[in-house]
């Protein structure tokens, strides 16, 4: 085998191990995907009890004004949700993109979660007040969304902040994907029905401190549901990156054997020549 064979060869070897690569990465974030959307029926039946309990509980008496909704808002958060790991495509310019055309970094504070995320936002020098790695397996959710939760609330007890809000992606959208924003704080109490019953609930906390525990409570579950949510949809844009550069990968493939082909016809057909040149000599 000549040179130039021989270097297509190791070439197609080369391409087709990054092939079987991109194939095992597209294979998991599927299952992580799948994984993710198997554990928001949980997380919602959580919000559900939650909620009905903050019912049970405006049903006789009603939150303190300072959880109402505040007539003059002067400050706000915003909680980022990006990606871990690359491979993602446009993932984290798209949440940063969002977040960017709506933040007024004067007012307002980022809190940001995903690794990637964070050396994006160093790039476009966002100021982030709070950062996090974001959840690499759906079982790391929990946690992530209890770290959330306290450094929430430690810059709610320090500065006066009038409205928290998440924004990440959403999984089984279009192929750009979709962006959302989820509204935290002001904590809407619209939402529960109250429930009034003829024997009233036995507490054992004043009614603004036991509603005051079930907000946080049901705040946290809401960020668990967006966690998950954002990891199903990041798993999502990488499978879609994979499928891309798989796709790329088996076009060179193909150009490769096409050249390999034409290469070693050459070289047949020099061989022929040579064969045929030596034999007319030989007359």
């Given at each position: 085998m000549s040179g130039k064979l021989a270097e297509i060869e190791a070439r197609n070897a080369t391409a087709r191990q990054?092939?079987?690569?991109?194939?095992?990465?597209?294979?998991?974030?599927?299952a992580r995907s799948r994984e993710a959307q198997r554990r928001l029926p949980g997380i919602r039946s959580s919000a559900a009890t939650v909620g009905a309990a903050i019912g049970a509980v405006l049903g006789h008496g009603r939150p303190e004004p300072a959880l109402q909704a505040p007539s003059d808002p002067r400050a706000?958060?915003?909680?980022?949700?990006c990606s871990e790991?690359?491979?993602?495509?446009?993932?984290?310019?798209r949440i940063l993109d969002y977040v960017q055309n709506r933040i007024d970094y004067a007012q307002s504070e980022l809190m940001l979660v995903g690794t990637r995320g964070e050396l994006l936002a160093n790039e476009r020098r966002c100021?982030?007040?709070?950062?996090?790695?974001?959840?690499?397996?759906?079982?790391?959710v929990l946690s992530l969304a209890g770290r959330i939760t306290d450094a929430l609330y430690e810059r709610l007890a320090t500065r006066a902040i009038d409205s928290v809000s998440l924004v990440h992606a959403l999984p089984g959208g279009p192929l750009s994907g979709e962006i959302v924003e989820h509204p935290l704080?002001?904590?809407?109490?619209?939402?529960?029905?109250?429930?009034?019953?003829?024997?009233?609930?036995?507490?054992?906390?004043?009614?603004?401190?036991?509603?005051?525990?079930?907000?946080?409570?049901?705040?946290?579950?809401?960020?668990?549901?967006?966690?998950?949510?954002s990891f199903a949809a990041e798993n999502e844009a990488r499978m879609r990156a994979m499928l891309a550069a798989r796709a790329n990968v088996r076009d060179r493939l193909d150009e490769l054997t096409q050249s390999y082909r034409r290469v070693r016809q050459d070289e047949i057909t020099d061989d022929i020549v040579e064969l045929a040149a030596?034999?007319?000599e030989a007359r």
């Amino acid at each position: 085998m000549s040179g130039k064979l021989a270097e297509i060869e190791a070439r197609n070897a080369t391409a087709r191990q990054l092939d079987a690569v991109i194939g095992a990465m597209r294979g998991i974030a599927a299952a992580r995907s799948r994984e993710a959307q198997r554990r928001l029926p949980g997380i919602r039946s959580s919000a559900a009890t939650v909620g009905a309990a903050i019912g049970a509980v405006l049903g006789h008496g009603r939150p303190e004004p300072a959880l109402q909704a505040p007539s003059d808002p002067r400050a706000r958060i915003v909680i980022a949700l990006c990606s871990e790991q690359g491979f993602v495509g446009a993932f984290n310019e798209r949440i940063l993109d969002y977040v960017q055309n709506r933040i007024d970094y004067a007012q307002s504070e980022l809190m940001l979660v995903g690794t990637r995320g964070e050396l994006l936002a160093n790039e476009r020098r966002c100021a982030v007040v709070w950062n996090s790695p974001a959840a690499s397996h759906a079982d790391d959710v929990l946690s992530l969304a209890g770290r959330i939760t306290d450094a929430l609330y430690e810059r709610l007890a320090t500065r006066a902040i009038d409205s928290v809000s998440l924004v990440h992606a959403l999984p089984g959208g279009p192929l750009s994907g979709e962006i959302v924003e989820h509204p935290l704080i002001p904590f809407d109490f619209s939402r529960f029905e109250a429930l009034e019953r003829s024997l009233p609930p036995l507490v054992n906390l004043p009614v603004e401190r036991l509603l005051a525990g079930l907000v946080e409570s049901y705040v946290f579950v809401e960020i668990c549901e967006a966690l998950m949510l954002s990891f199903a949809a990041e798993n999502e844009a990488r499978m879609r990156a994979m499928l891309a550069a798989r796709a790329n990968v088996r076009d060179r493939l193909d150009e490769l054997t096409q050249s390999y082909r034409r290469v070693r016809q050459d070289e047949i057909t020099d061989d022929i020549v040579e064969l045929a040149a030596g034999a007319g000599e030989a007359r």
